[in-house]
């Protein structure tokens, strides 16, 4: 108690109350703008928070990353667009009520299925602490190098159909990573004999290329759009009423979005399609699925609200990202000297319950803000798509020169930006780069530590926690060529 | 030029450039890697490079083979392959106007620069009209605002300031 007591303390200062509060609704108005995502506001806003306080850095980048969601089901009730990538379930259900004239009820069904996923994933991570705190020393070197091998991994996998070329991105990755000055005997890994290879490429150069500037050229380069959306009609308070018919449904929702966001590489996407179809398979009238049914809508946008607190988990205990917006919290925190990992839970846990109850503010002032403002919120949407791309460009240079004071950094984020546009055309995944890049270099460094206390690659896995995450890995791989292989005699046995 | 025929048109493209890229890195691994003879495999500073780049050999291979071997979804022609090329080139010229920019910074300072840049890359993408140039010209002046005097973030002062009266230079380096 006395731990919680201190992180309520370290929170309640002014500067860090208003960063979480430009922070969230900061967030709230990104998520509600199709075309930029937290990702892209995330890595602009960085560099901007290297003068500021690590905690008020923190606060407000993390209010970004937790409220986006929120913002993007907007547009995607309204006008059948997602505004984050993981809202598009949402338009399942949220667009067919605003066809039927019930607009408002669908945003305010989906902001409260969206809080009860936030709060619940909240307490879950506050309930679960004090046993990260007794697991997390578990992991040493051996652990974390195996825990971080499951996320690569699972991120691969995940990418269903696309596994082959969500490798070679992983493996683009770890090459990223690794060129270079390495630290241990000092040479260089495909510099060219270019100075400006030495320092290798920068974590947020690279994610401000591949998210922002390709966003930025993408919109730039296509038919400009400005979208258009309907008039808000029925009665905000009508879904808030709605949601206490559903008290099941949003739980179990947010108890699929707690389990998937902890899992590094899976995340929101597998969270929705589950607890879809459990909603489907459990409700009275599965006919009206995909039909505009509030369930459908409730079970979305619980289960993808409670991913970003539920990733934190792994993110906060272990320092492994699940995909790319954890992965460049993880530089946030870097930047703000803020080291995740087992001792973090040891030194630092008001520190740690700080950011817990600042994540409860967050759910608090966003759903308050976007019942007061919904209407305000939706004439951001109708920027045109040519002039957003160009204010994202304007923006980006603010990102990536500040990060090194350098040109070259540019030059580099433009090269990223098109090979990113590339990459978006032809529907190449893009997130195994930067895990890659994360997860290569912690597990470089973690299998360097181990080797110093192992003498045979079978003493990798000669610690129950890391026998366990051995055997997991080898169980997910396993099962995923046997998928492929059933799915391949199912389609002999039909032809 | 519908979304698949242009999506498989880039594939046939990028794939085999992400092949030549890795068989590249492949090649010139001994030359940018330095081996320690009395180092194990698993102790080489190397090692790291080592995995990605066959790694990246191996699955741009796999990934090249089925693009060519599987059936074709799409009705793609060597006139698709250009016109997704085409798009590709059109991005360009949105790098060329941002390295421009990102070059004139320091010399004609972050404001000027900034708006310049706005208003004419609205005026460019298709907004010809007075309330777009100023919504542009708030942007840049917004954006400059928080960013270089509220959030103090280092962008050089431009050159041209050192021209001006010293008060004025002052603040404009300092500020924006």
């Avoid at chain 1, 957003?388 to 603010?398: A, D, E, P, Q």
């Avoid at chain 2, 999506?7 to 890795?22: K, M």
């Amino acid at each position: 108690m006395d731990t919680i007591l201190a992180g309520v303390e370290l929170l309640l200062r002014w500067d860090v109350l208003v960063a979480l509060f430009i922070g969230s609704i900061g967030g709230v108005i990104i998520g509600a703008i199709p075309g930029v995502g937290p990702a892209v506001a995330i890595a602009i806003l960085l560099p901007a928070t290297y003068s500021l306080e690590p905690l008020v850095g923190l606060v407000m980048l993390l209010g970004i990353y937790g409220s986006s969601i929120y913002g993007g089901s907007l547009p995607a009730i309204l006008m059948n667009t997602p505004g984050t990538a993981v809202n598009a379930l949402t338009t399942y259900d949220g667009y067919p009520m605003t066809q039927r004239g019930e607009a408002k009820r669908a945003v305010s069904l989906a902001y409260s299925a969206s809080f009860i996923g936030g709060i619940l994933s909240v307490s879950a991570l506050i309930l679960l602490s004090p046993v990260l705190a007794v697991v997390a020393p578990m992991f040493g070197s051996r652990e974390i190098f195996l825990a971080a091998l499951l996320g690569m991994v699972l991120v691969v996998l995940s990418h269903r159909g696309k596994v082959v070329i969500a490798a070679f991105m992983l493996f683009f990755g770890i090459f990223l990573n690794s060129v270079g000055l390495e630290i241990v005997r000092y040479s260089r890994r495909y510099t060219y004999d270019q100075a400006w290879l030495n320092s290798g490429f920068d974590l947020i150069i690279v994610v401000l290329g591949l998210f922002a500037v390709s966003q930025a050229l993408l919109l730039l380069t296509e038919k400009s759009e400005t979208p258009k959306t309907p008039k808000l009609e029925g009665g905000i308070f009508e879904g808030i009423k709605e949601i206490f018919k559903h008290p099941r449904l949003a739980g179990v929702s947010s108890f699929f979005g707690i389990i998937m966001g902890i899992v590094p590489g899976v995340g929101e996407f597998t969270a929705q399609f589950l607890s879809y179809n459990y909603a489907q398979k459990t409700s009275k009238a599965p006919e009206k699925f995909g039909k505009g049914s509030p369930e459908g809508l409730v079970a979305s946008e619980a289960a993808n609200n409670a991913v970003p607190a539920a990733a934190m988990i792994p993110l906060l205990a272990l320092g492994i990202p699940g995909e790319a917006l954890t992965a460049m919290m993880l530089s946030v925190f870097y930047v703000h000297n803020v080291i995740p990992g087992p001792k973090l839970f040891q030194d630092n846990l008001d520190f740690v319950y700080a950011l817990y109850i600042a994540l409860i503010l967050l759910n608090i002032i966003v759903f308050v803000f976007l019942l007061g403002f919904t209407k305000r919120i939706v004439r951001v949407i109708q920027i045109p798509t040519r002039f957003l791309g160009m204010s994202i460009l304007t923006l980006s240079f603010v990102g990536i020169y500040s990060v090194r004071n350098s040109i070259t950094d540019c030059a580099i984020a433009a090269v990223f930006g098109f090979l990113g546009l590339i990459f978006k055309r032809l529907d190449i995944p893009v997130v195994p780069i930067v895990l890659g890049m994360v997860l290569g270099g912690i597990m470089e460094n973690k299998f360097r530590n181990a080797l110093a206390r192992v003498d045979t690659p079978l003493d990798f896995v000669n610690r129950p926690v890391a026998a366990v995450i051995a055997s997991i890995i080898v169980l997910i791989v396993v099962a995923h060529f046997w998928s492929l292989w059933r799915d391949r005699q199912r389609g002999r046995s039909k032809s | 030029m519908d979304k698949d025929t242009g999506q498989l048109a880039g594939i046939r493209i990028a794939y085999p450039a992400f092949l030549l890229f890795a068989v590249f890195l492949a090649a010139t691994f001994t030359d940018q890697v330095k081996w320690f003879n009395n180092l194990v495999l698993f102790k080489q500073p190397g090692l790291w490079a080592l995995i990605s780049v066959s790694g990246m050999v191996v699955t741009a291979l796999i990934a090249c083979i089925q693009v060519f071997i599987k059936p074709k979804t799409a009705d793609v022609t060597w006139r698709s392959d250009v016109q997704e090329l085409g798009f590709w080139v059109r991005a360009c010229e949105y790098l060329v106007w941002f390295m421009v920019y990102v070059f004139a910074v320091p010399y004609l300072g972050y404001l000027p620069c900034t708006i310049l840049f706005t208003t004419l890359l609205t005026l460019r993408v298709g907004h010809r009209s007075m309330r777009w140039c100023v919504r542009a010209i708030l942007l840049a002046v917004v954006t400059v605002v928080i960013f270089r005097a509220f959030l103090q973030v280092k962008i050089p002062g431009g050159q041209i300031y050192e021209w001006l009266p010293s008060p004025l230079s002052k603040f404009l380096l300092m500020y924006l």
